[in-house]
């Protein structure tokens, strides 16, 4: 059974170039976080900033989601 979030998950993945899908593979909470904070820098100076603080809950998620993980390597 597929959900939603699979279908869109996989989408994502099959549109990444091989770079890209290198660099997410080993990305780190705090690099995300940082990349976000980079372009929403990005976006003040030009005018097009967007509220990616609404992804901050999807954010909390996976950190919570990593340690469950991270408990379940050990």
């Known amino acids: ?9 996989e989408g994502f993945r099959r549109r990444l170039t091989p770079d ?3 660099k997410f593979e080993y990305a780190t909470a705090d690099e995300l976080k940082d990349t976000i904070e980079e ?4 976006q003040a100076q030009r005018n097009g900033l967007r ?3 609404k992804i901050k809950h999807f954010l909390h998620g996976l950190e919570q989601y990593a340690g469950v993980l991270e408990v379940f390597m050990q």
């Open 39 to 42: 372009i929403q820098n990005a």
């Open 1 to 9: 059974m597929s959900t939603s979030f699979n279908r869109a998950y």
């Open 20 to 22: 890209l899908s290198n």
């Open 51 to 53: 509220n990616l603080n």
